[in-house]
C-alpha cells in the first residue's frame, strides 16, 4: 500500500465534501534509538483486532470522515523503511489534528510491538 493510494481511498469515502483537512502521518525506521544507540533494523507485529478498535472508535470523533490505517508488519524493516501510515480525513484542523494525535499514540501503545535489531556492540 503507498501513501497515495490511501489519499485517493479517503477521497472516495461518501462524506468526504464535509472534509476541510487530511492529515497524514508516515512513520519510517530511524537510524538511532531515543536512547542514541545505532539501529540496522525494525520488525512490527500489529494486534489486528485491537487495530481495528482504535480505528473504528477513533472515527466516531468528533468531525472525523475517516480514518486509513497501514503498517508492515511480520517482516524486516531497514534504516528509512515506511513502517506506519495513517490518514485522517475531518472537517477542521483541530479535529484532524486531535484524531490523528489519539490514533497514533493508541495504536503505538496497544496495538503495536516492535523489535529493533541494532548494531554490533549495542
Do not use: W
Not at 30 to 56: A, C, F, Q, W, Y
Amino acid at each position: 500500500m503507498k501513501l497515495i493510494d490511501m489519499l485517493q481511498e479517503v477521497k472516495q469515502h461518501p462524506d468526504y465534501h464535509k472534509a476541510g483537512m487530511i492529515l497524514c502521518h508516515n512513520g519510517v525506521v530511524r537510524e538511532n534509538t531515543r536512547e542514541g544507540k545505532s539501529v540496522t533494523g525494525l520488525e512490527v507485529k500489529v494486534d489486528r483486532p485491537v487495530l481495528e478498535e482504535i480505528i473504528t472508535r477513533n472515527k466516531h470523533l468528533p468531525g472525523i470522515i475517516d480514518i486509513l490505517v497501514h503498517i508492515e508488519d511480520n517482516k524486516p524493516l531497514g534504516i528509512g523503511d515506511d513502517v506506519m501510515y495513517i490518514v485522517v480525513a475531518g472537517d477542521i484542523r483541530e479535529n484532524v489534528i486531535d484524531a490523528l494525535t489519539k490514533t497514533l499514540n493508541e495504536i503505538k501503545s496497544k496495538a503495536t510491538s516492535k523489535t529493533q535489531f541494532m548494531a554490533t556492540g549495542q
